[in-house]
């Protein structure tokens, strides 16, 4: 599967975003979707995870209660709602699809997950 992340941009604290990712392909309902970031100088870290039927999320703890993870398997497309956004929300954000045919966890870990966008960038101006 390919996935293409777009919605970055520049945007005051206090002020949201929403990321999409769009997949290719015609199984885009077998995959666990991921959305991952990287800022500058540090490590890629999870933000959000989505099982296939979108039933059940996972978040890092603190984007809880700010952002929002969903899908539209009709259309291929998993998103990332960002809002109350903080200057340390910068970073490149991923998005990530494992196949979850037979493990459907929406893991944090990015070493589950073998698909990966190109990085659409957040920047938020305190």
């Known amino acids: 599967v390919q996935l293409q992340a777009s919605g970055g941009g520049l945007v005051q604290a206090g002020g949201s975003l929403r990321l999409s990712c769009a997949a290719s392909?015609?199984?885009?309902?077998?995959?666990?979707m991921g959305w991952f970031r990287q800022a500058p100088g540090k490590e890629r870290e999870f933000v959000a995870a989505?099982?296939?039927?979108?039933?059940?999320?996972n978040y890092l703890d603190f984007v809880k209660g700010r952002f929002t993870i969903s899908r539209d398997n009709a259309k291929n497309t998993v998103y990332l709602q960002m809002n109350s956004l903080k200057p340390e929300d910068t970073a490149v954000y991923y998005c990530?699809?494992?196949?979850?045919?037979?493990?459907?966890?929406?893991?944090?870990?990015?070493?589950?997950?073998?698909?990966w966008g190109q990085g659409t960038l957040v920047t938020v101006s305190s």
């Open positions: 392909g015609r199984t885009f309902s077998r995959y666990v």
């Open positions: 989505i099982t296939r039927s979108g039933g059940t999320t």
């Open positions: 990530a699809a494992r196949d979850g045919l037979r493990d459907n966890r929406p893991s944090s870990s990015n070493y589950e997950y073998n698909f």
